[in-house]
């Protein structure tokens, strides 16, 4: 399994947005932590329309869903409900488990894919 250090970096840099712009309050920290996290929450849920195909083509593209990389979600998540944005919080974690799912589904259809042709 590879550790997936961009994703870790990039919720380590918006968690640290967030501590910026409510802890210190840094206008502009707030502004650019809201806009990211609105950004990968709606591409994440236009990601869950497209076909299972075009997402999961190899397992390269799946190391964003490994557990090391849920866990350091989780937190920003959690981060984000902390401080009090709690629609954007819960829109982020449904895009996620919407994810995830998408992603599970895709992986049981290719086991049994793969268990049919045997």
Same mark, same amino acid.
């Given at each position: 399994?590879? %550790?997936?250090?961009?994703?870790? $970096? ?6 640290? #947005? ?26 994440? %849920? ?6 299972? /195909?075009? #997402? ?7 190391? &964003? ?27 982020? $974690? $449904?895009?996620?488990? %919407? ?6 589904? &895709? ?7 793969? /268990?049919?042709?045997?």
């Amino acid at each position: 399994m590879k %550790l997936p250090i961009k994703n870790i $970096l990039i919720d380590s840099a918006v968690a640290s #947005l967030v501590v910026a712009g409510e802890i210190y309050s840094i206008g502009y920290a707030s502004n650019a932590a809201i806009f990211f996290v609105w950004l990968v929450t709606v591409l994440g %849920l236009v990601v869950c329309i497209m076909k299972p /195909e075009d #997402l999961f083509s190899d397992e390269a593209r799946n190391v &964003h869903l490994n557990y090391v990389s849920r866990i350091s979600t989780i937190a920003l998540i959690g981060l984000i409900a902390a401080v009090g944005w709690f629609v954007t919080a819960a829109f982020y $974690l $449904l895009s996620l488990l %919407l994810l995830i799912g998408k992603y599970q589904v &895709h992986k049981k259809n290719a086991a049994n894919a793969l /268990e049919k042709q045997q």
